[in-house]
Structures are given as C-alpha cells and as structure tokens.
C-alpha cells in the first residue's frame, strides 16, 4: 500500500519531535518508527541512508529524512520528510528563544537539561552499537574501525579526511572483490 504524504509528514514529525542531541541519535528512533513499526525500509537501506547522509553538507537528521521520503514517494515524499522532521524543532526553538532568558537559572531547569543529556548519552550508545553490529562484519572492517579510530582520537585528523579515506578503501576493496571473483559478486 502506497504511504500518504500526510503519513510520512506525521511519522517524521514524530522523529523529529523525539530527537534530541544530533544525528546520531537518529537511529534507535528511525529503526523503530520506520522499520519495526511500519516496514517502510530495511535495516541494510538505514545504513545506506545513514551513511551517505554523514558524508554529504547539511544535518544528518534532515538529510536522512529526505532520502527516506524521496524512497517512499519521490519528490512529494521528500518534502513531506523534510517538514515533518524540522517543524518539531521549529517550534521548539521559537519557543525556548522566548523563555530561554528568563528560564535558564532555575535549578528545575538545569536538572531536566542534564537529565536530557544523560538520555541523549543512551541513545548515543545504542546508534554506536547498531552501526559496529551492521558495518564491522570481519577482520578488515575491524581493521579500518580501528585505523580512523587512532587517526582521529591519537592524531587528530579531520572527520572529512576520514569519511574520503573510508570511501577510497571501500572503492579499493571492492575492485579486490572484482578482481578475485570476477563478474559473480556486486
């Protein structure tokens, strides 16, 4: 059954509402709602989506929304997703930037922050955990885990460089697929 717009603005509205502290934290919510919850994709296309959404400009919640909309209902899609997932923090930020001021140095509000933190921390843990389980599948993929590991925490390296390294050893063990299969692997 084709997905309405209306449903796809809703759902992602819903995400959109539940996301807090980034991207990454877009994954828990993201397999519930649209894998568990309602099949739209699997968990391969997730990854697929995740990942290209990381390695592009813009935010990865907002990116990621669009691929999954423009999956679903091409162009229409997209939009829908799109809005759904930045309204929630439209209005939100509308309204904290009115109360923020007067707000900020109660001690009630200080606990809800560090509780929001410490959630945000949760489903931090959660997304790393899904993405070791999806992308590091053998002894070379551990490998490269623990090479940009060390190039960004020991030295340092931007995530940029990174993300290119990855793309070029991804590239580069691929044509070693092509080469030692031949034609019966994609």
Request: with cysteine; hydrophobic share 55%.
């Amino acid at each position: 059954m084709e997905k309405t717009l209306y449903q796809i603005f809703k759902t992602f509205f819903k995400v959109g509402t539940l996301l807090l502290g980034g991207g990454y934290v877009i994954l828990p919510i993201l397999q519930s709602e649209l894998i568990e919850k309602r099949n739209w994709i699997d968990d391969d296309e997730l990854c697929e989506y995740y990942a290209l959404s990381q390695s592009i400009p813009g935010l990865i919640a907002a990116n990621l929304s669009i691929f999954v909309g423009y999956k679903l209902r091409r162009t229409g899609g997209a939009f829908a997703a799109i809005l759904g997932m930045i309204t929630p923090a439209f209005i939100s930020i509308i309204i904290i930037a009115k109360l923020l001021e007067e707000i900020v140095h109660f001690k009630f509000i200080q606990s809800i922050f560090w509780g929001v933190g410490i959630g945000v921390l949760m489903l931090l843990f959660l997304a790393v955990k899904e993405l070791w389980r999806k992308s590091v599948v053998d002894k070379f993929t551990c490998w490269v885990f623990f090479l940009t590991f060390i190039l960004s925490t020991c030295f340092k390296a931007p995530p940029a460089a990174l993300i290119i390294l990855a793309i070029f050893i991804g590239l580069w063990l691929q044509v070693q697929k092509k080469i030692e299969y031949g034609d019966k692997e994609k």
